[in-house]
C-alpha cells in the first residue's frame, strides 16, 4: 500500500482517538468522527448506521446528509446497499449506486445529488454492529486503498462501540450488554433455570485499538507470534503420535503462525494506525466473515483453527489468560462456543445449565447434560457475543429459549414456571415407590439412561427400576488416549455395586456420528450419521470390543451382565458381535476369571432394517432395545441435526407407530424382551401411547421417570390403544391430537 494512504490513515486514526478523548456525549464523538472521515476521505459524505434492533438500521450520524434525517431514517437488514453491507458482511462499492441492484431511496437524506457509495461493516469478530458509508457526487469506484482505510475505521468504530464510545439517547445508541435479549436455540435437554452466565472462554477486551507508534506494535506482535509459534511447537511435542485429529488440528496452527500472508496483512494494518491487538482482531473479524459464508467443510474447519490461533494471540498479547480471574457466580450457567466432554467434567456437578452457541443434540455436552439432568439449550446463536461473566440468565430447556438480562415481566413468569415445575416433582416424589401401573392393571416397567458414575444416585431417587442403558461411550470420550482395562473393569464394577442389584444393560462403544474420539484416525464420511459408527467400528477393530467386553465381564465377578450391540443393521452383524463376546469368555475362563452368573446378549434396533431380520433372529437376541431416536430419523430420513427438517416428524405419527407396533408383535411371537429407549420414552403422551401399543419397558432420563409415571397410573391403556386405532382408522397423519384430547376430557371428568 503506499505511503500515503498509510500516512493519512494513520493520521485519520489519531484525530479519531483525540475525539473519542473528549469529554462528550455519544451523540457529540459520533457527529464528530463522520465530519473527520469525510475530509480525511475528501468525500461529500460520510455517515454511520447502527442497529437498534437485530433486523433494524438506523442513520445515527452524518456529514453531508440531511440532519433532519438522524435517528429518523432506518431500514430492514437487507434492504438497500446499506442493509446489503450488513446483510453480507462485505464491503459494497458502487460508482453508480441509483442504478445499482437493490438500491433504496431515501428521500428525507438528499442523498438523489450522490453517485458513489462505499459501505464497510462495522463489525467486531464477524459480528455487525453497523456499516460505515462514504458518499461522492463523482460517478467512480473508490480505489483499493480506500477501502481498506475505511475497514480500518470501521474496525476501530466497532472497537469504540463495543467499549460504549457511542451511548446516547435511543436504541440504536443503547449501551451494549446491558439491554434484555431473547436468543432462540434448539432444545438438547428439557428443564427450566434461572443463574449467572459463567464463559467458557471469556471474551478478550481491546481498549488500545489505535497507536501511533508503528514500529513498536510490530515489535510486539511479532514478540507475541514467537511466543505461540513455541507453545504450538511444544504442544506438538507433547501430543501422543494416536492422537491424529489433534495432531492435525495443531499442525494447522503451525501453518497459520508461521504464515507469512497473515503476518503481513497484520503489520499493514499496524502501519495503518492499529495496534497490535486491534491488529489481530481485525484479521479474525474477516476469518470468521469467511467461515460463515464457506459451503466448504474443509474450509471452515481451517478457518476456525485460524479464528482459536488468533484468540490465543490475542491473550499473549493483552495478558488476559483463559483464567481471567473471574469467580463463578452462584447458580452458574455455562456459556460456551462448543465443548468437549473432559472441560465439561471438569466443570463437575455445579452447573445448573448450559448454552452452547454450536453444539448437537446428540453430542457428548448433551450426553453429560442429560447425565446431570441440567438445561442444555445449544444452537443459541449469538449469545457470546451479548453475554457477559456474571448476567443473569433464564434457560429454558423445555423451548430452547436463553433470556439474557431478562426484565421484571419475563423473570416473574419464568419464577412461576419453575415453581410450577417444582411443585410437579414434589407430586412425583409422593409416588417414587409406586410400581407404574394403570388403570387397567398392566404394570409398565420404568428404567434410567445413565453413563457417568454421578447418575447413579438417581437410580434410588428417580424410582426407576434399573438402568435401561448405561453409555459406555463416554469414558473413551473424555481421554486423550485409549483406557485401560482395568480401567474400564474398575469403573464398571463401581456402577454395578451403585446399582445395588438392580440390573444394568451395557452399551458396548457407540462412537462416530458425531462422538468422534481424538485418538483414532477420523473418516471425512459424507453423512457419518449412515456411516462407520458403533458396532461397525467394533467388528473393524475387534481389538477394542474385546478389550471392553473382558472388562465388562471381569467387572460382574460373577454377577449377572446384560450387554447389548449398538446400530445392529443385519442379522450377521449381531451374530459376528456375539462371537467377540464368546471368545471373550472362552478367554476369561482359560485365565480363571469368575464369569457372569448369567450373561444377556441384547441389540439396539436403531435401523428399519433390523425389525425385517429372519425369524431367527428374534430368537437369538436375548433381548432388544429400540434406539428411538437413531430409528425415527432413518424411519423419516429426517437428519435430527437439521432444524429444517427434524421437527417436521412427529413420533406419534401413525406410519412410526404402526412400524413399532410391528416390532413389538414380532417380539412377542418369538418371547423377546423388548424396550424403548430414548428421549420419546421420557415424554409423557409419547410414553403412554407406546404403553398403550404393547411395550412393557421404557429407559428415560432419570428426571422423566416421575411425569411418565404420574400420567400412566391415571390413564387406562385399553382406552388410548381404542383412540389411537380411531385415529389411524380416520386417516388421521398423528394420533397427537386425538390422544390430548382424551387426556383433557379425563382431566375434566376425574
Known amino acids: 500500500m503506499p505511503q500515503k494512504v498509510e500516512t493519512e490513515s494513520r493520521k485519520l486514526l489519531g484525530r479519531l482517538r483525540d475525539a473519542m478523548a473528549k469529554d462528550s456525549a455519544g451523540q457529540a464523538r459520533l457527529d464528530e468522527i463522520v465530519r473527520l472521515i469525510a475530509t480525511s476521505m475528501q468525500t461529500e459524505v460520510c455517515s454511520i ?72 461493516p462495522v463489525q467486531r469478530l464477524g459480528d455487525v454492529l453497523g456499516v460505515l458509508v462514504v458518499q461522492s457526487r463523482d460517478a467512480r469506484e473508490f480505489s483499493a486503498d480506500e477501502v481498506y482505510a475505511l475497514e480500518v475505521v470501521a ?98 496452527y503451525r501453518m497459520f503462525a508461521n ?65 481471567t480471574g473471574a469467580e463463578m457466580p452462584e447458580n452458574p450457567i455455562l456459556v460456551a462456543r462448543n465443548i468437549g466432554p473432559g472441560e465439561l467434567l471438569d466443570y463437575g456437578k455445579t452447573l445448573r445449565a448450559i448454552v452452547l452457541e454450536e453444539g448437537s443434540v446428540g453430542s457428548h455436552a448433551a450426553i453429560v447434560a442429560r447425565a446431570w439432568a441440567i438445561p442444555l439449550v445449544i444452537h443459541a446463536k449469538g449469545v457470546l457475543t451479548e453475554a457477559l461473566n456474571g448476567d443473569a440468565i433464564l434457560v429454558d430447556g423445555e423451548q430452547g429459549i436463553v433470556h439474557l438480562r431478562p426484565d421484571d415481566a419475563v423473570q416473574t413468569a419464568f419464577q412461576d414456571k419453575i415453581a410450577m415445575l417444582t411443585r410437579a416433582q414434589e407430586r412425583y416424589a409422593s409416588i417414587r415407590d409406586l410400581p407404574a401401573t394403570a388403570k387397567c392393571g398392566t404394570t409398565i416397567a420404568l428404567h434410567m439412561n445413565a453413563g457417568l458414575m454421578a447418575d447413579l444416585p438417581s437410580l434410588a431417587g428417580s424410582g426407576a427400576e434399573g438402568v435401561g442403558l448405561f453409555r459406555t461411550e463416554l469414558q473413551f470420550l473424555i481421554r486423550n488416549k485409549m483406557p485401560q482395562r482395568a480401567e474400564l473393569s474398575a469403573l464398571y464394577a463401581r456402577v454395578m455395586d451403585a446399582a445395588g442389584g438392580k440390573r444394568v444393560a451395557f452399551r458396548t462403544l457407540d462412537i462416530g456420528s458425531d462422538k468422534v474420539l481424538t485418538y483414532m484416525k477420523p473418516n471425512d464420511e459424507p453423512n457419518p450419521a449412515m456411516g462407520w459408527r458403533a458396532i461397525r467400528v467394533g467388528l473393524d477393530k475387534p481389538g477394542v470390543l474385546r478389550m471392553q467386553l473382558q472388562a465388562l465381564i471381569r467387572a460382574a465377578n460373577g454377577r449377572p451382565l446384560a450387554v447389548m ?68 430419523q432413518f424411519f423419516f430420513a429426517a437428519d435430527r441435526e437439521n432444524e429444517r427438517v427434524r421437527k417436521r416428524y412427529d413420533t406419534l405419527n401413525v406410519s412410526f407407530l404402526t412400524f413399532l407396533e410391528q416390532i413389538i408383535t414380532r417380539c412377542a411371537a418369538s418371547n423377546t424382551p423388548l424396550s424403548f429407549c430414548g428421549e420419546d420414552a421420557g415424554r409423557p403422551v409419547e410414553a403412554l401411547c407406546f404403553a398403550a401399543l404393547g411395550l412393557r419397558t421404557l429407559s428415560m432420563r432419570p428426571a422423566s421417570i416421575g411425569p411418565v409415571k404420574h400420567l400412566l397410573r391415571r390413564s387406562n391403556l385399553g382406552e388410548v390403544k381404542a383412540v389411537i386405532d380411531a385415529a389411524r382408522a380416520r386417516g388421521d397423519q398423528s394420533v397427537r391430537g386425538a390422544v390430548s384430547d382424551w387426556l383433557r376430557d379425563q382431566n375434566a371428568t376425574g
Open 49 to 120: 448506521y447502527l442497529f437498534r434492533d437485530s433486523e433494524t438500521l438506523e442513520l445515527c450520524a452524518t456529514e453531508g446528509l440531511q440532519a433532519e434525517a438522524v435517528h429518523q431514517t432506518r431500514m430492514r437488514l437487507g434492504e438497500g446497499l446499506v442493509g446489503r453491507v450488513a446483510r453480507s458482511k462485505r464491503t459494497v462499492n458502487e460508482a453508480d449506486a441509483p442504478s445499482a441492484k437493490g438500491f433504496r431511496y431515501m428521500p428525507e437524506t438528499g442523498e438523489e445529488r450522490f453517485s458513489s457509495f462505499c459501505g464497510v
Open 155 to 252: 474496525m476501530v468504530i466497532a472497537e469504540m462501540t463495543e467499549l460504549g464510545a457511542f451511548v446516547g439517547d435511543g436504541a440504536a445508541l443503547s449501551a451494549r450488554h446491558q439491554q434484555p435479549v431473547m436468543i432462540k436455540g434448539t432444545v438438547g435437554q428439557e428443564g427450566a433455570v434461572a443463574g449467572n452466565v459463567y464463559l467458557h472462554e471469556p471474551r478478550v477486551v481491546v481498549t488500545n485499538p489505535i497507536s501511533d507508534d508503528p514500529e513498536a506494535e510490530t515489535a510486539r506482535l511479532r514478540e507475541a507470534i514467537d511466543t505461540l509459534r513455541i507453545s504450538v511447537d511444544q504442544m506438538l511435542d507433547q501430543t501422543t503420535t494416536v492422537d491424529a485429529e489433534q495432531v492435525e488440528v495443531l499442525q494447522a
Open 565 to 632: 450391540f449398538p446400530f445392529i443393521a443385519q442379522l450377521e452383524e449381531f451374530r459376528a458381535a456375539r462371537i467377540e463376546m464368546d471368545k471373550a469368555m472362552a478367554r476369561e475362563r482359560v485365565l480363571e476369571h469368575p464369569l457372569p452368573a448369567k450373561v444377556e446378549i441384547g441389540a439396539m434396533l436403531e435401523t428399519p432394517s433390523l425389525a425385517f431380520a429372519p425369524e431367527v433372529f428374534f430368537e437369538e437376541v436375548d433381548f432388544l432395545s429400540i434406539g428411538g431416536n437413531d430409528l425415527k
Open 259 to 323: 504464515s507469512r500472508s497473515w503476518m503481513r496483512r497484520m503489520e499493514a494494518d499496524i502501519d495503518n494506525g492499529l495496534s497490535a491487538e486491534a491488529a489481530v482482531e481485525k484479521e479474525q473479524s474477516l476469518a470468521r466473515t469467511r467461515m460463515n459464508g464457506s459451503g466448504d467443510a474443509y474450509l471452515r474447519d481451517r478457518l476456525h483453527d485460524l479464528d482459536d490461533l488468533s484468540n490465543r494471540l490475542l491473550r499473549i498479547l493483552t495478558g488476559q489468560g483463559k483464567d
